[in-house]
């Protein structure tokens, strides 16, 4: 039976909360930091963009978006980026993405961390399959998918339309629960 994927995700270095409006001035800045990597994302978050991004993904029905927050060792927190659940559906799918991260955490364990979180309790909630969709040109993300244990199930060709005016061919991969085990081993439930 699949469950509520909408849950605070944490351990020591992320903390993973439901998107709300006390973390849109903070995750303003973090998206600010990397200006050219939107050129390759679905959506703006820049400028005058960032509203019409944010209110898009509040009315979204197939969505669950979190902010994404930075712990550090003395219990600050930072939020340092986005990330979300998408089209979760009846046939225990669903896709991991939407994920944006402040150059200061990339190349740390800090994404396999969050990915961590967000894998494990999909599962949990009895999803079977986690997908990843990513712009083909992006491949720092493919790269950071087939570090998780995912494979590559094919390329869309030409199937989105980003905000550039780009039509966009989109890799997708996917995660099922034995592979991620043999892969990272199972993890503590979060909390």
């Known amino acids: 039976m699949l469950t509520n994927l909408n849950k605070t995700l944490s ?6 909360q439901p998107m709300a409006p006390q973390h849109h001035e903070e995750l303003r800045l973090a998206c600010a930091e ?8 679905p959506n703006s978050m820049l400028g005058e963009h960032f509203d019409k991004a944010m ?9 669950v978006v979190f902010a994404v927050i930075k712990i550090d060792l003395h219990g600050s927190q930072k939020v340092v980026g986005m990330t979300s659940y998408i089209n979760p559906d009846l046939q225990g ?6 994920t944006y991260i402040s150059p200061e955490v990339r ?21 079977r399959r986690i997908e990843f969709r990513v712009d083909v040109r992006n491949k720092r993300s493919q790269k950071a998918v087939l570090k998780l244990g ?3 199930d094919g390329i869309l060709r030409k199937n989105k339309i980003t905000w550039t005016g780009h ?14 085990q043999t892969t990272h081993g199972a993890l503590a439930p979060s909390t």
């Open 11 to 16: 351990n020591s270095q992320v903390l993973l």
């Open 34 to 41: 990397d200006q050219e990597i939107w050129d390759i994302y």
């Open 55 to 63: 209110a898009d993904m509040g009315r979204a029905q197939d969505r």
């Open 93 to 98: 799918v669903v896709e991991i993405g939407g």
């Open 107 to 127: 190349g740390t364990d800090f994404n396999l961390t969050m990915k961590r979180l967000l894998i494990e309790h999909g599962f949990e909630c009895g999803y």
């Open 150 to 152: 995912a494979k590559q």
């Open 167 to 180: 039509i966009r061919d989109t890799a997708v991969f996917s995660l099922f629960q034995d592979e991620w």
